[in-house]
């Protein structure tokens, strides 16, 4: 079957770093998104991974190892602004695509 | 600019009744799909279409239908509404599927009673 699992909450203190684990188990993986989602809002897209490796985007990165069906999102600087819920979800198929997203990771930011 | 609408942005209706949520994009994407959101569950593919005549079915599928007469629009329809389905729905397009960046509309909080 398929399977994501990310921690449920998670706390961090303002200016910090945080990062953000999702392990996932699939057939036919193409590659590892993640969403944020403000309270009340709507998911927004913040990185894609095919390839192993880190993506940098600002103060956001996200990594990806396909040997080991796990990657991580990456908050540097935190801001307050960054309490949200982040969402991996991977983007796989056997014949046709379909992105299976996981339950979601709360984070707070403390000041 | 282009964007994604969904409407209407709540609703509420009775066990039993039909009910069609729409979903409009006027980014011209091909890719168009439905997720619900529950407590605990994150977002789960309800269901998804690449183009106009094709719909494919999701994870969540039983009691919904969707139909993909034009680019634009892909209307979700519950044809007989039950209290499971209470929930709030997301509308998402994208254009590449090598990338697969998804662009969500605002969501629809639907209540069945």
């Known amino acids: 079957g398929q399977s994501l699992e990310q921690p449920s909450e998670v706390t961090a203190v303002e200016g910090a770093i945080v990062q953000i684990n999702c392990t996932y188990q699939?057939?036919?993986?193409?590659?590892l998104s993640w969403y944020q989602q403000h309270d009340g809002g709507a998911p927004t897209f913040l990185s894609y991974?095919?390839?192993?490796g880190l993506e940098e985007t600002g103060r956001f990165s996200s990594f990806l190892s396909r040997s080991d069906s796990y990657g991580y999102l990456l908050l540097q600087e935190l801001q307050m602004k960054d309490s949200a819920s982040y969402f991996c979800?991977?983007?796989?198929?056997?014949?046709?695509?379909?992105?299976?997203f996981g339950a979601g990771t709360r984070l707070f930011v403390k000041a | 600019d282009a964007e994604i609408t969904q409407s209407p942005r709540h609703k509420i209706t009775e066990t039993g009744r039909q009910v069609t949520l729409a979903c409009h994009q006027t980014?011209?994407?091909?890719?168009m799909f439905w997720y619900r959101q529950d407590l605990g569950h994150g977002l789960r593919l309800i269901h998804y279409?690449?183009?106009?005549?094709?719909?494919n079915k999701g994870e969540v599928s039983d009691g919904y239908s969707v139909s993909r007469s034009n680019t634009e629009d892909l209307p979700l329809t519950l044809e007989s509404a039950a209290s499971s389905q209470t929930s709030v729905y997301f509308c998402?397009?994208?254009?590449?599927?090598?990338?697969?960046?998804?662009?969500f509309g605002p969501g629809t909080r639907l209540t069945v009673l």
């Open positions: 998402a397009s994208s254009h590449d599927r090598t990338t697969d960046t998804q662009y």
């Open positions: 699939t057939s036919g993986f193409y590659g």
């Open positions: 991974n095919a390839l192993d």
């Open positions: 979800a991977v983007r796989e198929g056997t014949g046709g695509f379909k992105t299976i």
């Open positions: 980014w011209n994407h091909n890719n």
């Open positions: 279409s690449y183009g106009v005549q094709d719909t």
